[in-house]
């Protein structure tokens, strides 16, 4: 079976200081173990760890962020239009 999935953290280019979502005891290791996954390519806008955000776990958080274009929003804008009003 095929799945159109993607591993959204390769797409966007970070350095590795902003890569890695667990540490060892100790912090000896990092290493990247968190992942995003999507199977539609063009709704990720954005994968990243948020460094500073204390979790209370040797894990750290993992932001995705997505878009979501609305079918009909923009005809629906333009419909609901009053006509423009000339005076001669």
């Not at 990720?44 to 750290?60: A, C, E, I, Q």
Request: with cysteine.
């Amino acid at each position: 079976m095929t799945t159109d999935t993607i591993h959204g953290n390769s797409q966007f280019q970070k350095p590795t200081s902003l890569r890695w979502t667990w540490e060892s005891p100790g912090g000896e290791y990092h290493n990247e173990i968190d992942h995003i996954i999507v199977n539609r390519r063009f709704c990720l806008t954005d994968v990243g760890v948020l460094p500073k955000f204390y979790t209370g776990s040797d894990h750290r958080l993992l932001r995705a962020r997505f878009f979501f274009p609305r079918k009909g929003e923009k005809a629906a804008k333009y419909k609901e239009r009053s006509p423009k009003l000339t005076i001669n």
